[in-house]
């Protein structure tokens, strides 16, 4: 419980913290509310390319929702890994929480970018 508590008084991690707070509302909203299932019963949700072009891999609109979910599960996982290791050590708990803060952000791109081709 000490550690709990010194983990959510330092003033970096609390920054981490709220930043990923901030991002998973971001990111979850914008999926939530930019992605219509209803012009497409198919979406874009990967990009390969080819030797001879580009090419498009449709599925599913759950495969987008799953980033959302991803997102979600990221950030809970980051928070609760980082008050685990915040009492072995300071800076591995803030490595998983910026780490954490990254791999949001960059999820949060790829479906703004996934979305924007539909």
Known sequence: METTRQF???RLVLLLTAA????????VSLILFRFDVSKNPTT????RPNISGASYQSGKPIDIYALAV???VTACAAIVLGARTY???RYISI?????SL???ILT???ANALISLQ
């Open 70 to 72: 991803f997102m979600a």
């Open 108 to 110: 949060t791109i790829v």
């Open 102 to 104: 990254l791999l949001i």
């Open 44 to 47: 874009i949700v990967a990009w």
């Open 87 to 89: 009492q072995i050590k």
């Open 8 to 10: 959510f008084h330092d």
């Open 20 to 27: 990923i707070a901030v991002m998973l509302v971001v990111g």
């Open 95 to 99: 490595f998983v929480l910026a780490s």
